[in-house]
């Protein structure tokens, strides 16, 4: 099946049960205050099919981006009749119970996921939760403009003190196009030193698949030397008697240890021989090898020496129950952190808006995750797609979930309810905003796509 198809079914799917789930918790507190519920709709717009049961059109919609609950007295545009079934009608703690069962139904299902997550097998390369250690910095990269050498240590990356490779991968993300403080302990002469300095942080591809290895940090993924697992026949290593088993000490005097970084020197020397410094049993022997141009079998053409190394180590993460649930609430809380940084970001100026992703950014990074084996990426994935979900939905915005809580707490505090025209019309301009903050939204995905320079001749 193609990408783009996988991508686009994938994506209705997932916002499907996620839409589900927010509207189901609205639904469910709704009915157990007695507030009647006249439609529960998966999609906007026009009734696709569905039934009814009770007082409640259960209706799947045209429109499959999104969802709501509509109640009896719900909007300020209903005519208030005083029944006891209509919302207006109810306690103002109950209306704000039921505006937080959504997003509230959003975190519960971020959580159940991750801690399904946590319970299954799962193996993790064991340098993603250690320190961040610099394998090697391409030349001409914001690594190596900034002074960041192979074999530093970073120990601060903007707010972040001794951050895991994990984490200065997120921090990437959220720093995307401005510049951010960076401290590195290194090495000299035995003493061991602080450096400080700064790294630009750039997306050149203006899309969504940045990569920190662009910027030049590659990672230190073990301590002891790659090992080659299989030497193909026919291919420069094996011509220069390279042989499964044997040990990558040094690349011309330069210690790699991560394929990456073996790889990117080999594309910085454009072809050039290079001395493989290699341990083969007890002896160390010295090959000159000059690296051939060919695909690495995922379609990409670079200059190979035509060996597949060992992996580097690895854990497997399948927790008990307890510390599984332990570790889904960290999880759940060290993302919503960054989720609020992203938003302090974006109204402090700090980010761009054009890094916001909508639908085709979902499609794209649901549809990757169905196409990786296993349960574990949509299971990550939709624990972060309900995560956004319910906290975005708690923005004091008014037709969002947070706008109508902070309605209500409003009219609490003035001991009375505010005037139903006026309501009306903040409505209606926050309608509009949010109608033109969504066509940017997808105005910035399709932009993102380069389809225009796919144009020129």
């Keep these: ?107 519960i299902l971020a959580f159940g996921l991750m801690t399904g997550y946590y319970m299954m097998h799962n193996e993790v390369p064991k340098y993603i939760s250690g320190p961040a250690v610099i394998d090697y910095t391409t030349q001409d990269s914001p690594a190596a403009r900034a002074g960041i050498q192979a074999g530093d240590r970073i120990v601060r990356f903007e707010r972040d003190w001794n951050p895991t490779w994990e984490q200065l991968h997120i921090r990437t993300l959220l720093s995307m196009n401005s510049i951010v403080p960076v401290t590195v302990e290194r090495v000299v002469n035995g003493q061991t030193q602080r450096v400080d300095t700064e790294l630009a942080i750039q997306n050149p591809g203006k899309t969504d698949d940045f990569e920190i290895e662009s910027l030049g940090l590659l990672p230190r993924m073990q301590d002891t030397p790659l090992k080659a697992s299989n030497v193909e026949p026919s291919f420069p290593a094996a011509k220069a008697g390279l042989k499964p088993g044997d040990e990558i000490l040094s690349l011309d005097g330069l210690q790699v240890r991560s394929v990456p970084s073996l790889s990117a020197y080999l594309q910085q020397r454009k072809g050039k021989p290079v001395d493989l410094e290699i341990q083969r049993a007890k002896q160390v022997l010295h090959l000159n090898v000059t690296p051939t141009l060919a695909d690495d079998g995922a379609g990409h053409m670079g200059y190979r020496l035509g060996f597949t190394a060992i992996n580097p180590p690895f854990v497997v993460e399948q927790l008990p129950l307890p510390q599984a649930i332990r570790q889904s609430m960290t999880f759940n809380v060290h993302y919503s952190g960054y989720i609020f940084d992203v938003l302090h970001r974006l109204f402090s100026r700090h980010s761009n808006v054009q890094q916001l992703s909508g639908p085709i950014g979902i499609a794209r990074q649901t549809g990757e995750a169905v196409s990786m084996p296993g349960w574990q990426p949509i299971m990550g994935t939709m624990a972060l797609i309900s995560l956004n979900l319910g906290i975005m939905n708690l923005l004091p915005i008014p037709i969002l979930d947070g706008g109508m809580i902070l309605l209500l707490l409003i009219e609490g505090t003035l001991r009375r309810d505010l005037n139903q025209e006026f309501k009306e019309r903040v409505y209606q301009v926050a309608f509009v905003m949010l109608i033109l903050f969504f066509a940017f939204i997808m105005f910035n995905d399709v932009s993102k796509l380069n389809l225009f320079s796919k144009l020129k001749p």
């Design 1 to 107: 099946m193609p990408f783009a198809v996988t991508a686009t079914v994938s994506m209705l799917i997932v916002l499907g049960i996620m839409v589900l789930v927010h509207e189901f918790g609205h639904f469910a507190v709704a009915k157990l205050c007695g507030v009647r519920v006249e439609v529960f709709s998966i999609g906007f717009g026009t009734r696709l099919f569905g039934f009814r049961r009770g007082d409640t059109d259960y209706r799947v919609s045209l429109l499959p981006l999104g969802g709501y609950v509509k109640m009896s007295g719900e909007t300020p545009s209903d005519q208030r009749t005083g029944d006891p079934g209509e919302f207006s009608s109810h306690p103002r703690w109950q209306r704000i119970l039921i505006g937080l069962a959504g997003p509230v139904a959003n975190f």
